[in-house]
């Protein structure tokens, strides 16, 4: 009996056209990243577990993936009946990457002296999470970020509020920018007079949108939050920032927060957004290396989560034996993005198209006599093949029409004689008679 040919659940294959339609979210996140000064980098797959453990909370460290080492480690493993976390360090590692920020803060701790600071980098690599695929969540997925570190001055969020913004318009997404700070929630712990209770008030916090305020609620009694508290945080959670300032006036953490959005929304006043950008004070971001302010991107018209998210982290590389570092960065989940690019049908129709131009030939002859021509075709930038096989021509259009080329170039006796090529438009069934050069020009014009 053969074995079912399956892949891993949370992780998929991309057809060409599925590549070409990723590469036109790529390559505008891409463009954008540059246009603001961030420069490319790439790391390792896999990462020490020292380096990953640690940095994500209680939740996020359940979603490691660990690789076992190689080498028979097992062998004795009926016999000696040990408990496997005992010696899961010795038997594991490393670990596939959560994220890129933790192997960026990594990066810039081994490279500190040929990094020029401020140091502004952009990655665009898959991550992995052991998490429960579900739409819009896989456990192989591509991060791109953007990261400043090496400076305190919160010009460098509100520029990054700004790619945000021209990325999403460039796509011609209208989305819902969030910013919040994760001083105010510390003001929030502190107002509460619970500041040890900071990541369980948070956690549950940033699930509001997910389980309503009443599974928030339960969670944070789970969490030793007393009744009296519990009716504070509803009470913070449904305030106008205006009022924020009063509300935790004990609080010096709270108002240095509300004084850093202020700040941003400042830099940002003379340069108004293309899309909402909105204080959300629910707003917590799961991940405990947050310090400062935390952005989070959501898409309007379609039900879905958060397509970015991102925060200032004050001493992520303080971790690995570099203190005093403040960086700060935002993500674009390019899964989601598609997802809700797909759904709200806003590709380009040019994305389809990876080959513009078949080139159709009645023998062998004629495919000789097309080789230079199409060379020439491709020479000048145009996606360009020739069917392989010389048979029925109706064969080869139908092969055109499958794989979207917009153009059928047929190639035979009389083509060869006069150097006129017949030129089918196959969505419009036009076909005329022209030279490659003529060929050339129409479809670099588009037309």
């Known amino acids: 009996m053969s074995q079912k040919t399956s892949i891993p659940k949370g992780t998929r294959d991309f057809s060409a056209e599925t590549i070409q339609k990723r590469e036109y979210i790529f390559s505008i996140i891409k463009q954008t990243f540059k246009r603001f000064g961030f420069a490319p980098l790439e790391t390792p797959a896999m990462e020490n577990l020292s380096t990953l453990t640690g940095k994500y909370g209680e939740e996020g460290e359940q979603l490691l993936f660990r690789i076992l080492n190689s080498g028979d480690f097992l062998k004795d493993w009926e016999h000696n009946q040990t408990d496997y976390r005992k010696v899961a ?3 594991c590692d490393k670990g596939l990457r959560y994220d890129l920020t933790i192997p960026f803060a990594r990066y810039v701790v081994m490279h500190r002296n040929q990094i020029v600071l401020p140091f502004k980098r952009y990655q665009i690599q898959p991550v992995w999470r052991a ?44 989305v819902r920018i969030k910013i919040n700070n994760r001083k105010i929630l510390q003001g929030l712990a502190e107002t509460l007079g619970q500041p040890e209770k900071l990541t369980d008030i948070t956690i549950a916090i940033d699930k509001l949108d997910k389980i309503g305020w009443e599974g928030v609620e339960k969670e944070l009694q789970t969490r030793a939050i007393s009744n009296e508290n519990i009716a504070k945080i509803k009470e913070y959670l449904q305030l106008p920032f205006e009022q924020l300032s009063a509300f935790m006036q004990t609080s010096p953490i709270g108002q240095k927060g509300i004084e850093e959005i202020n700040e941003v929304l400042a830099f940002l006043q003379s340069t108004p957004l293309q899309n909402q950008l ?3 004070l629910t707003l917590a971001r799961g991940l405990n290396y947050y310090t400062g302010c935390i952005f989070e991107v959501q898409a309007l018209g379609v039900q879905m989560g958060s397509i970015g998210g991102g925060g200032r982290y004050d001493n992520l590389t303080g971790s690995f034996g570099m203190s005093g ?19 709200l049908n806003l590709f380009p129709l040019q994305t389809d198209a990876v080959v513009q131009v078949l080139f159709a030939c009645f023998d062998k002859q004629a495919q000789m006599f097309a080789m230079p021509l199409l060379q020439q075709v491709r020479l000048a930038g145009i996606n360009a093949e020739m069917y392989p096989e010389p ?38 069934g036009e076909q005329r008679q022209m030279n490659v050069a003529t060929l050339i020009q129409l479809i670099s014009s588009g037309q």
């Open 89 to 91: 360090a010795q038997i």
């Open 131 to 174: 998490d429960r695929p579900q739409k819009g969540r896989y456990r192989e997925f591509y991060q791109c970020d953007a990261d400043v570190i090496g400076s305190d001055s919160l010009l460098c969020e509100a520029e990054l509020m700004l790619i945000y913004d021209q990325v999403f318009a460039a796509l011609q997404l209208p």
């Open 278 to 280: 909105v204080i959300d």
């Open 325 to 343: 570092m403040s960086g700060v960065g935002i993500s674009f989940g390019a899964e989601r993005i598609y997802d809700v690019l797909e759904e």
């Open 391 to 428: 048979v029925k021509i109706k064969k080869q259009l139908e092969y055109a029409d499958r794989k979207k080329i917009g153009y059928v170039v047929i190639v035979g006796s009389e083509e060869m004689a006069t150097g006129m090529l017949t030129v089918k438009h196959l969505a419009s």
